[in-house]
C-alpha cells in the first residue's frame, strides 16, 4: 500500500506596530485553495533547506528584509488531516517582530500583500486555519512580553522609555501608568543598557536613550498593573 502524498510548509506570523495598532501581515491568495481569501504569508519547504531557512526565505521574499533584522522565532507545529485540501500537509509557524516595517509585497503565490490590524482580522476569516496560528502568534508575543525583552524587538536601536511603553500598551492592548512603568523597566537587571545620549522627539524635556540589555529572561516579571 503506497503513502499518501505529503508536504511541509511553514507559514509566517509577522507583527510590526503600524501608527497607533499592532498589526500582521496578510497576503490575498492568487492561487487555488482559497484563491482570493486572505491568508499569512507562507510556502512549501524545499528539499535543500531545514526549516529555519525556508522561514527566513519566506519573510525575505514577503518583506524584502535581509536575515538578520528581524526578532524570528518558531512557534509551533500543525498537523490537522484536513488542513489542507491539495494533501496532508503539516505547517510550522514562525513569528516574527520588527518595528517599522516596510510596506509588504505579494510574493510568488499571492495577488496582494498588506498590514492589517490584529483587531480587525480577529473578525475576518483567514484561509486554512491560519486563524488559529494567527492568535497563537499574538498570545506568544503578549505573553512574552511578560517575562523577556521582546518588547524591545518593536524598538528602533536606541529608544526611550516612552518610546518602550507604547509598545507593551498596544500590543496588550491596555494603558500603563507611565511612572510605574519607568520605575520597572529601568529596575529590571539586563532589561535596559543607558546609550548616554538623550532625544526630545517625544516632546517635552530631553527623554534618555537606552538600548536593549543583555538579560534573556526578566525577573520578576513584568505586570500589566
Known amino acids: 500500500m503506497g503513502h499518501p502524498p505529503f508536504a511541509v510548509t511553514v507559514d509566517l506570523v509577522v507583527l510590526t506596530l503600524t501608527g497607533d495598532e499592532l498589526c500582521a501581515l496578510v497576503v490575498r491568495r492568487g492561487v487555488e485553495p482559497y484563491r482570493g481569501e486572505w491568508a499569512l504569508p507562507g510556502g512549501f519547504v524545499r528539499a535543500d533547506e531545514d526549516l529555519s531557512d525556508a522561514a527566513r526565505r519566506e519573510l525575505a521574499e514577503e518583506t524584502g528584509l535581509a536575515p538578520g533584522t528581524v526578532h524570528i522565532e518558531q512557534l ?29 509585497r505579494a510574493g510568488t503565490d499571492a495577488a496582494e500583500a498588506r498590514w492589517a490590524p490584529v483587531g480587525s482580522l480577529s473578525r475576518e476569516h483567514l484561509a486554512f486555519d491560519h486563524d488559529r496560528i494567527l492568535a497563537d502568534g499574538v498570545e506568544r508575543a503578549r505573553a512574552k512580553l511578560e517575562y523577556s525583552p521582546l518588547a524591545t524587538a518593536f524598538c528602533a536601536p536606541e529608544f526611550t522609555v516612552a518610546e518602550l511603553r507604547r509598545v507593551y500598551e498596544l500590543v496588550w492592548d491596555t494603558r500603563l501608568d507611565p511612572r510605574n512603568f519607568h520605575r520597572k523597566v529601568t529596575g529590571a ?9 538623550t532625544t526630545t522627539r517625544d516632546g517635552g524635556r530631553p527623554a534618555r536613550l537606552y538600548r536593549r540589555g543583555k538579560a534573556e529572561l526578566l525577573y520578576p516579571p513584568m505586570l500589566r498593573a
Open 76 to 104: 509551533a507545529g500543525y498537523g490537522a488531516p484536513d488542513r489542507d485540501p491539495r494533501m496532508r500537509v503539516v505547517t510550522v509557524a514562525y513569528l516574527a517582530l520588527a518595528p517599522d516595517l516596510p510596506v509588504p
Open 189 to 197: 537587571e539586563g532589561l535596559l543598557e543607558p546609550t548616554g545620549g
